[in-house]
């Protein structure tokens, strides 16, 4: 099934659509956000991201060796999932994106300057050894972050 694309972009994007699209890896993570510029704030300020392309309607991220993307609600216009979009503010519940590899304390510090919701200030896991947070994005995607617990 098609769908439409509003678009709120002025002029072209980094690169042609289809020529990223190919270059995707087998698995890739897209979420879909309410506002691009909040989003990439809390991706970029809290978690560390690079940011590799930005508009309102898309942006492109990189965490670590992870590329992912953000699409706006209203590039969705038209979609099966429009109507609920609009309806539904908080997301993801249920979904735990983990990234390990960061450190948790440093990551809850800047969520809270951020005004970002923690869920879980950095904890020792003994059970699977690792130190970790829990935040949630502008949207409620939660973001499981953590490093080895010391010792």
């Not at 690169?15 to 897209?30: I, T």
């Not at 003994?126 to 994005?137: F, I, V």
């Amino acid at each position: 099934m098609a769908w439409t694309m509003t678009k709120k972009r002025v002029g072209e994007p980094w690169m042609p659509a289809d020529e990223y699209g190919r270059a995707l890896p087998g698995f890739s993570v897209n979420l879909l956000v309410a506002d691009i510029a909040r989003s990439v704030a809390f991706y970029r300020d809290v978690l560390g991201c690079e940011v590799r392309y930005s508009d309102p309607d898309f942006a492109a991220l990189r965490l670590g060796s992870l590329d992912f993307m953000l699409h706006a609600d209203h590039a969705y216009d038209g979609h099966p999932w429009s109507e609920r979009l609009l309806q539904e503010r908080r997301r993801g519940l249920g979904a735990e994106l983990r990234l390990f590899g960061v450190d948790p304390d440093a990551a809850v510090s800047r969520a809270r300057e951020a005004g970002a919701v923690v869920l879980m200030a950095a904890t020792d896991k003994a059970g699977h050894g690792w130190r970790e947070a829990w935040m949630e994005d502008p949207d409620g995607y939660v973001w499981a972050v953590g490093a080895p617990a010391a010792g």
